[in-house]
């Protein structure tokens, strides 16, 4: 069981940033495949990016390109989901998920992810 503890949401106005974090306390999170995703009110789920284990290859969906940048620092058991220049569109509860061990992601299938963390609230308004 991979316990997954997103931070670092709140309230940015438009244009500003914010850098999310996805922590998990076992040992094994470098064996783990990492996604991020969001849902807005009244929406689905909408993949943004995820990042591999190993090399970390990282992937983007449409949502995530060019304003959204995912990394990870596996010394801290934590992927970090940059954002930037954010929208009033962009408001929704983050959530992140591992894998089960493959190292395997996929920026917009939330079906390959085994573990999900509670999400997060981000809101982007003046």
């Known amino acids: 069981q991979v316990r997954l503890v997103e931070s670092g949401g709140g309230l940015v106005q438009p244009g500003g940033s914010l850098r999310l974090s996805c922590t998990a306390s076992?040992?094994?999170?470098?064996?783990?495949?990492i996604g991020w995703f969001r849902q807005a009110p009244g929406l689905g789920r909408e993949g943004i990016a995820c990042?591999?284990?190993?090399?970390?290859?990282?992937y983007y969906a449409n949502s995530g390109q060019g304003r959204f940048t995912i990394s990870r620092d596996d010394a801290k058991n934590t992927v970090y989901l940059q954002l930037d220049d954010l929208r009033p569109e962009d408001t929704a509860v983050y959530y992140c998920?591992?894998?089960?061990?493959?190292?395997?992601?996929?920026?917009?299938?939330?079906?390959?992810?085994?573990?999900w963390g509670q999400g997060i609230q981000v809101t982007v308004s003046s």
């Open positions: 076992e040992s094994t999170f470098h064996y783990h495949g």
């Open positions: 998920a591992a894998d089960d061990l493959y190292g395997y992601c996929s920026p917009t299938d939330g079906n390959v992810y085994d573990y």
């Open positions: 990042i591999s284990s190993g090399n970390g290859g990282a």
